[in-house]
């Protein structure tokens, strides 16, 4: 993936975050979107290991041995930061607290079906609090490469992996698309400037339903 | 980032209290009772409601104003002992009254909270309180089945709070408060104090912002809230 | 009841509670027997509204607003007191941190069964957290006077009343004495100063074993 | 009335642990970790233990110390990414590893300490983490049982702590800490700093002495506590 579509993607992907929002922002490329944020957007970030109120990632030198976030970066508190153990956070997550989980994916199926924790034989570290976000966060949205890095369509008819949560994936931001899931399936709705609705949906492993007029870039 | 606002005023919060609603509220006797935001519900005068609180309150305070203004069709509670006008509207037929021994109370709350559909206990088995509840075998036992309780609407007291609704409790006033305000669509928190963020400390805050969804200061304390002086 | 009786009896079910216990003393006439508790006796008292490391009662005018008992009365605290949440109380309860709970009766049949909630049409209040402490906590044991106000037995054959647990008391402290519960049924252990052992079976509405020797007295 | 003491030596309160026990340890990550107690239960060597733990730590960290000695026969965990040695020991059959999604194991490990059978959720409903669990109707749909948690032992880590046991934790190092404090028959936990009697306030305690067995102060924190300096 380019650096520059992988930058536009974050990108893309921080305004889904609206004012007033709880946020967990999955390990890997989600936990990038914080520093697309606007400084003065009133939303709170969660993380699992028990904080509300994440503020900037710390270099080693600069960090609290006591203060990680649930992908062991070091990070920071903001005023109005809060502490909890383990169940009450997710208690959040699970009562519905969360407005909006961000996570990886190994496949999206076309139905919103999630697989993103397990390649059988290959890597099975355990499923973390991946089930809880992907089933109870109020919109789950994945970010993902379009494709794996042998240029297989990670968006898929079904998925073949163990999966994390059925029909939970509104909507994935890629290094190619902003694309919907709904009734009819995958719904393009954005392209990134400069790729084709075709050449999106030439990289997706399920039909695309495109939109009437050029779909707007990011 | 900046944490959201969520101060409101009283009245505006307990503006969206519906008729028929299920509204949990925080205390154990006086301490923890959000005495203010009740008195603010008797006058938005929400009817039909299902009140869900330990006890209710002696005569003359907190749930016992809703009891007397005929607000309350329905009571989920541990014990009525010192409320006579709560026992004689139970014995009446005015308020159906469930009583629930008062960990599992706290438990439903809780499970209510924590998104879980039920917890199973052994607590009451050959007693009435088992009667006509669900009873699953757990490892060769018999285990009732205790639903969570969740509310549309909770009313909490905190000693003190900050704008995005983090919540501080003192002594014995904590209570069902930390649970109730994990429970709801709703929570809305009366504070003692309203503190600007990063007002409390990120270790001692008891009940996080995130789970609150409005927060207003009281101003001077009622009699209300004072010492009881028993006879 | 006599006062001295009772006193007799509150300081008899004093010297139950050992050092390092962990004990909740029921409403009535259990909270009494606090004063009969030696100062240095190392002992953490629990009570269910929330605190661990009960202090002495206190009058209104030097009392805190938030700081009751379960039965209402203000309380204070001591060096490593810990307040907690109701939740919490009785997870404590129920996971068998109570070493020892001293309960109130209106009825204890002598399998052990306890009545002391619920009068069917004359007293109804609700259970509050009597069940629990009842069933859960190590060591059940009962203050009561040893016949109602019309002198009826409390000691029974069986009870009457709805239940609050199944077999739960080990033992039951009287103005008259100090009954066992065991596989033989009610066992005289010791009485009151003054008493004998034909008063004391004579008063209790089951049979009562007696033991060889004449009991100890309190 | 006066609060017992607890205060006794890591090497007294481990020396209780025996072969077979089912052990609880707090973290998450470096966060939290007992590294004093595990060191401790190394150089104790009890042996086919079950371990709970929400992760493995990372290589020659925490419990990768009982990982290496071979004392652990089974791990319940949630994730194993950062310990490749615990990996290589499930796929080689060397120890056996059950996965729990991780509020679940919270909530599993909190029933257990709240003195509750099980709860009922339908996290995993649809996935193969729903594989052999019992499975209940609740308001007609499909409900896990996940069985509550309970140890032999728990090994805390606490930020301070008082003689009676009352523990407060502090940023991301109360994770699970708290919720094994409540589930095991016996509570051990190392205090960076223990207080007398009154050192805590009492609202400012995340747990409770009352949950806890023994306690016991660390000297000089070795450098696994220490800020992680990865690649």
Redesign the interface.
């Known amino acids: 993936m380019l650096s520059d579509a992988n930058d536009r993607m974050l990108a893309r992907a921080a305004r889904e975050i609206a004012?007033?929002m709880?946020v967990n922002l999955g390990i890997g490329l989600p936990t990038k979107v914080?520093n697309h944020?606007p400084?003065?957007?009133?939303?709170?970030?969660?993380t699992e290991n028990g904080l509300?109120?994440?503020?900037p990632t710390l270099p080693p030198e600069r960090a609290d041995r006591n203060l990680i976030d649930a992908g062991g970066a070091y990070v920071s508190?903001?005023?109005?930061?809060?502490?909890?153990d383990s169940?009450?956070s997710?208690?959040?997550?699970?009562?519905?607290?969360l407005d909006l989980t961000m996570l990886g994916a190994f496949e999206v199926a076309s139905n919103g079906d999630l697989a993103n924790w397990k390649i059988p034989g290959r890597f099975s570290p355990g499923v973390g609090g991946g089930i809880e976000l992907a089933q109870?966060a109020r919109r789950v949205v994945v970010l993902t490469t379009h494709t794996d890095r042998k240029g297989n369509p990670k968006l898929k008819r079904q998925c073949t992996l163990p999966l994390t949560a059925r029909g939970c994936v509104a909507r994935v931001f890629t290094d190619l698309a902003v694309i919907d899931i709904s009734d009819r399936g995958f719904v393009l709705v954005e392209t990134r400037d400069g790729v084709t609705a075709a050449e999106v949906a030439d990289a997706t492993g399920a039909p695309l339903v495109l939109p009437n007029a050029t779909p707007p870039t990011f | 980032?900046?944490?959201?606002?969520k101060q409101c005023s009283l009245e505006g919060a307990i503006a969206r209290i519906r008729d028929g609603d299920t509204v949990m509220i925080g205390g154990?006797?006086?301490?923890?009772t959000p005495m203010a935001l009740i008195h603010a519900l008797v006058a938005h005068g929400a009817r039909e409601l299902t009140i869900v609180k330990?006890d209710a309150n002696e005569p003359g305070m907190g749930v016992d104003h809703l009891l007397q203004s005929g607000q309350i069709s329905r009571l989920i509670?541990?014990?009525?002992?010192?409320n006579s006008r709560a026992?004689d509207m139970m014995n009446a037929g005015r308020i159906t009254?469930e009583?629930n021994?008062?960990?599992?109370?706290?438990?439903r709350?809780?499970?209510?909270?924590?998104?879980?559909?039920?917890?199973?206990?052994?607590?009451?088995i050959?007693?009435?309180?088992a009667n006509g509840k669900q009873v699953?075998e757990?490892?060769g036992?018999p285990?009732i089945?205790e639903?969570a309780l969740r509310a549309d609407v909770a009313l909490i007291h905190a000693?003190a709070a900050?704008?995005?609704g983090?919540l501080?409790?003192?002594?014995?006033?904590?209570?069902?408060?930390?649970?109730m305000a994990?429970?709801a669509d709703c929570v809305i928190a009366e504070a003692e104090t309203l503190l600007?963020?990063?007002g409390?400390?990120?270790?001692?805050?008891?009940t996080?912002?995130?789970?609150v969804d409005h927060v207003t200061e009281l101003g001077t304390l009622s009699k209300e809230?004072?010492?009881?002086?028993?006879k």
Do not use: W
Request: charged share 15%.
């Open positions: 004012p007033g709880v914080i944020l400084a003065d957007l009133p939303v709170c970030l969660h509300t109120g994440i503020g508190t903001v005023p109005g930061s809060a502490f909890f169940a009450t997710f208690a959040m997550v699970r009562s519905g607290r109870k | 980032m900046k944490l959201p606002d154990f006797g006086v301490p923890g330990n509670t541990t014990h009525l002992g010192l026992i009254v009583f021994a008062q960990g599992i109370l706290a438990e709350i809780r499970a209510g909270g924590a998104g879980v559909g039920a917890v199973l206990t052994d607590i009451g050959g007693t009435e309180l699953v757990l490892a036992k285990h089945v639903t000693a900050d704008r995005f983090n501080a409790f003192v002594a014995t006033a904590r209570n069902f408060n930390p649970l994990m429970a600007p963020l990063g409390l400390t990120a270790d001692a805050i008891h996080a912002g995130v789970f809230y004072d010492v009881v002086r028993r």
